[in-house]
Each structure stands twice: as structure tokens, then as C-alpha cells.
């Protein structure tokens, strides 16, 4: 379960959060969570189900789950690392990244 680690560790610096705090938005006690974190324990579903909330992500996401291609696999991991972005930006951030967004493929017109 390292990619499970990896990911955790990953999101909590993409939100700009420490682990005690990941812990208190997903519900569950620092110790537990650092466990998850460290890659000493894996979680049961339901407490996938809920870390991928109280994070904003996907459990697939987290898990690294994909049935595409390789071609499809990279382009999936690239929409899922944006949209992740996306939801810890403030509403000005995230519309300013969709104009840009934007510009990227009309100028590829």
C-alpha cells in the first residue's frame, strides 16, 4: 500500500495541510492517520470511503485504480492531479486556471 502513503502525503501538500489536520478533516485520530500515512496500516473501505471525502479526492485516486491504457493511464493520472488542484484553489484561483485552461486549447486550434 505505499502508492496509498504516497497519495496521502501527496494530497496533504497539494491542500497545504499537516497530517493532524488531514486527520481532523477526514475524521479520524493523528495516530491512526499516521499510520495510514507511514504505510504501517491499511485502511478497511469504509475508512477509504471516508478519508477520499474529507479529502476531496476519489478512492481509485488514492489507490492509483485505472483499467485505461498506458496512454489513457497518463492522461487520466494528469486530469486527476488537476482537478485535485482545482478543489484546494479559492474561486478566483480556480477561475483564473480555467481561462488559462482555455487559452491552452484555442491556441492549439
Wanted: glycine share 4%; aromatic share 4%; net charge neutral.
Amino acid at each position: 500500500m505505499e502508492i496509498f502513503a504516497k497519495r496521502l502525503r501527496e494530497r496533504a501538500i497539494q491542500l497545504g495541510i499537516s497530517n493532524a489536520e488531514a486527520a481532523r478533516r477526514v475524521g479520524l485520530d493523528e495516530r491512526r492517520y499516521a499510520h495510514y500515512v507511514s504505510g504501517r496500516r491499511e485502511p478497511d473501505l469504509m475508512t477509504l470511503k471516508n478519508i477520499s471525502e474529507g479529502l476531496g479526492v476519489t478512492p481509485n485516486w488514492l489507490l492509483d485504480v485505472t483499467n485505461a491504457t498506458d496512454q489513457d493511464h497518463r492522461m487520466t493520472a494528469l486530469i486527476d492531479r488537476f482537478v485535485n488542484s482545482a478543489k484546494a484553489m479559492t474561486h478566483e484561483q480556480l477561475e483564473l486556471a480555467v481561462i488559462q485552461a482555455e487559452a491552452v486549447v484555442v491556441s492549439n486550434r
